[in-house]
């Protein structure tokens, strides 16, 4: 049996919870088109791919989920500062490609969005591979997603690991035939 090769991670609720940035930037695109969004009704739709996210939010109108798409990637930067890096999930990362493992990002986030938190955050460069949203065409709990990861990255399903805090990316990972470890609130570690 051969050991680890490669870590890959969820971005959003799993190496940063960016749930509060993520809504007050949604919240200000959904208001700028003349329409609200709850937080109770984020939630619900938490991790979701754009579009599923939109008809779930009661946005029928193409031209305008295509508009809060546009002002929320503006907006987002704005809310950075609320976003809550999982700092042992991180240094664990870091560490392990150290030691000459190799680690990837696998997010149904957009990569524009996805690439400005890992510059603000500083862990750009600490990743071999970032595959976002755009770079597949099922979003989660398709397997897609990591079963691109293991191609590019040229590993098997048993020689990765995958950490996710949702119940559609746990199943993602579980039909690409690759274990996975929940990430939940608790394992950020102590922020004070």
């Known amino acids: 049996?051969?050991?680890?090769?490669?870590l890959i991670t969820d971005f959003d609720g799993t190496l940063v919870n960016t749930f509060a940035a993520n809504l007050a930037a949604y919240q200000?695109?959904?208001?700028?088109?003349?329409?609200?969004?709850?937080?109770?009704?984020?939630?619900?739709?938490?991790?979701?791919?754009?579009?599923?996210?939109m008809a779930q939010a009661g946005v029928e109108d193409k031209s305008i989920s295509s508009k809060i798409?546009?002002?929320k990637g503006c907006y987002y930067p704005e809310y950075f500062d609320r976003l809550i890096v999982n700092r042992p999930l991180l240094e664990m990362l870091r560490a392990f490609r150290r030691g000459g493992g190799r680690t990837a990002i696998a997010s149904t986030a957009r990569r524009i969005n996805l690439e400005n938190a890992l510059a603000y955050i500083?862990?750009?460069?600490?990743?071999?591979?970032?595959?976002?949203?755009?770079?597949?065409?099922?979003?989660?709990?398709?397997?897609?997603?990591?079963?691109?990861?293991?191609?590019r990255m040229g590993v098997a399903?048993?020689?990765?690991i995958v950490f996710e805090d949702s119940a559609v990316?746990?199943?993602?990972?579980?039909?690409?035939?690759?274990?996975?470890?929940?990430?939940?609130?608790s394992f950020y570690g102590d922020r004070g």
Not at 169 to 185: Q, R
């Open 157 to 160: 399903p048993y020689e990765a």
């Open 169 to 185: 990316g746990m199943a993602s990972a579980e039909a690409a035939g690759i274990s996975y470890i929940e990430i939940k609130d």
């Open 122 to 151: 500083g862990a750009r460069e600490d990743f071999d591979l970032i595959l976002a949203g755009e770079d597949v065409v099922e979003g989660k709990p398709s397997p897609e997603i990591y079963r691109t990861v293991l191609d």
């Open 69 to 71: 798409r546009e002002l």
């Open 1 to 6: 049996m051969t050991g680890i090769k490669l």
């Open 28 to 53: 200000q695109a959904f208001a700028e088109v003349g329409m609200s969004l709850t937080e109770a009704q984020y939630r619900d739709a938490f991790g979701l791919r754009f579009d599923k996210f």
